[in-house]
């Protein structure tokens, strides 16, 4: 069962996270991680759910916060998903292209990569990539 952009926005209304991120911004963040799917599941990285929240997500969201996040509970995973991204957008402001970055490969790597410790993965410049695509066709 396929989530749509109505559920995603419905329930991003009863987010409270300051800046609250875009409901398109994250219908596009779970089609390009999940396909919109709230019971996938990545052996590789053991990302879980419509979010593909990973375990040590998962923690930030429960030490950080305090929020106990069901990755395949997808009103849940949407909190906290939200709640990871508007977080993300205090750190990077006004950059998208770095907050997507950030959730894909981790803000420790692209803080290396912003310094020119590391490079930026073809993983995460297609993920971004995807993401924004998707996000401006919803805004039309």
């Given at each position: 069962m396929a989530?749509?952009?109505q559920q995603i926005k419905k329930w991003m209304e009863k987010v409270v996270?300051?800046?609250k991120p875009d409901?398109?911004?994250?219908?596009?963040?779970?089609?390009?991680?999940?396909?919109?799917?709230?019971?996938?599941?990545?052996?590789k990285?053991?990302?879980?759910?419509?979010?593909?929240?990973?375990?040590?997500?998962?923690k930030d969201l429960?030490?950080?916060?305090g929020l106990l996040i069901d990755p395949f509970?997808?009103?849940?995973?949407?909190?906290?998903?939200?709640?990871?991204?508007?977080?993300?957008m205090r750190q990077f402001p006004e950059d998208l292209t770095l907050v997507l970055a950030a959730w894909n490969w981790g803000i420790g790597n692209v803080r290396k990569w912003?310094?020119?410790e590391k490079e930026l993965p073809k993983e995460t410049r297609n993920f971004v990539h995807r993401v924004l695509s998707e996000w401006e066709r919803l805004k039309k």
């Amino acid at each position: 069962m396929a989530i749509s952009y109505q559920q995603i926005k419905k329930w991003m209304e009863k987010v409270v996270v300051e800046p609250k991120p875009d409901p398109a911004l994250m219908y596009a963040i779970a089609k390009a991680e999940s396909s919109l799917s709230p019971i996938a599941r990545n052996r590789k990285t053991l990302a879980k759910g419509l979010y593909q929240l990973t375990p040590i997500c998962l923690k930030d969201l429960r030490s950080r916060w305090g929020l106990l996040i069901d990755p395949f509970d997808p009103i849940k995973a949407t909190e906290g998903a939200a709640t990871y991204i508007s977080w993300l957008m205090r750190q990077f402001p006004e950059d998208l292209t770095l907050v997507l970055a950030a959730w894909n490969w981790g803000i420790g790597n692209v803080r290396k990569w912003l310094k020119g410790e590391k490079e930026l993965p073809k993983e995460t410049r297609n993920f971004v990539h995807r993401v924004l695509s998707e996000w401006e066709r919803l805004k039309k």
